[in-house]
């Protein structure tokens, strides 16, 4: 399991590496590497553009059989208000194309997310092989 | 903070967008090609992409502001070598691609914008 | 006829039983501690009945297993009933020399003496594994057959999707088809859909997405094979097909691609 803190730009990039990495490890396929990396790549820059701080942990898992890497997105950011709203497409906010959170679950085979605002935010996701 | 190399070649600005590109190198990136044509006058852009292995919607907006603005300039712009894996992730971020003129390779990439290659013997 | 009920078997013959029965059974405690083995079982895993009582049934299984095993006795004794298990996973077990055993179990609760125990059979399933692994190879096959990309004219390929269209044949199609456009440079590809056998809102949105992706990846797409009732379902079921060129046969696409060749 490594934890990335996302502290400036190149963290997104570092972290979006890694997860690339960690699922070439465990054998997954091109297309499959490359959603994740993405995914990770927009839910880092989220923490980076949003929040004060915050880190990444990805981790290899495994679970009834099947491998898979889980990623968790932990930010000490302002929290988002309205998770609905958020998770729609379409929704934006500030200067850019919105949080991508949609994007990033449909590239996900699982996501889930927590937030409270004026605490942070807890996004996890997992790719299973 | 390097900036991104354009080439030009007779009426055609050219240029590689490299593998980890940042919000700054960004910055420059429409930057530069939009001085590059004001200058030269060049009328049309290629933008190649084939050293991106992951596009995500921070990219994909670079790219297609970069091309909006060229147009707006006036100038011909294609984007080549969209890799088969970005393109199916790009769908699936549900990013609205479509103002962008794609081609698979260079040479497609010179014919959309009206050229084609010829040996003088 | 004697009655059922009335009919009384003899103590060995019961015992027979188990002991003949021609699939393995064993019979173990709450601790997972084999406290009978009949012979089947025996001479599936080159034990004598000896060797096998007071083991544990981990004996029985590949090392890797073993862990995951104990936990899974405990919640069976916590839920005591019937269970089949291996029909969804591929249980293996292992034999005295070491040599791994497709096998299917069955578990069944049992009282003795106040005490619950488990009757837990074991069937070699080597020529179903098999016949399951072949089955998979083919079809992987028949997906590849069944969705040939094939290269009619320089730059001009024709995908014919015949039969169902569910959304992991989509997936796999899209990622076939952008990856062999790349190859092969395609600056056409022809969608033929003559042999689909059903166009429903969720097959118009596998089609869309595929020729999206084509565009995007600065190729034309031209959908044909467009029967009079398809055009009907399309337009019934809402479905804008946008500035996708279409054509009612093969032949008309072709030439269209042709044509779009040339304007290049």
Redesign the interface.
Known sequence: MIRIKIID??DI?YA?SEA?QFAEAEGFS??EK??L??AV??LA?NIYRYATSGQVEIEAINGE?KCGIVCRFIDQGPGIENIEQVME?GFSSGN??GF?L???K??SDHFSIKSVVGQGTHIEIIKWK | MKNIPVLKLGSILFLTVPENMNDAMAQYLEEDVLQQLHKTGAEAVVIDISSLEIIDSFMARVITETVQTTKVMGARIVVVGMSSVATITLLELGLDMSDIETAMDLESGLHKLGYRLQTIK | MADKTEVIFSQEFLYSIFDLAPIGIIIANSQGVIEDANQYICSLTDYESEELVGQKVELLLPERFRGGHVALRDSFFAHPTIRMMGRNRELNAVTKSGSELPIEVGLAPIKSDGDLKVIVTITDVTMKREADNKMRALSIELEEVSTPILEVWEGVAVVPIIGSLDTDRAQKLLESTLAKMKDARFRVTILDITGLTCIDTSVAHHLLRLTAAIGLMGGHSVLTGISPEIAKTIVRLGVDLGELKTCSTLARGLNYAITVLEEC
């Open positions: 730009e190149d990039i979006r690339r091109l297309m490359t959603r990396a993405t790549s927009e820059r059989g497409d850019s194309l991508g949609p994007g990033a449909r590239l």
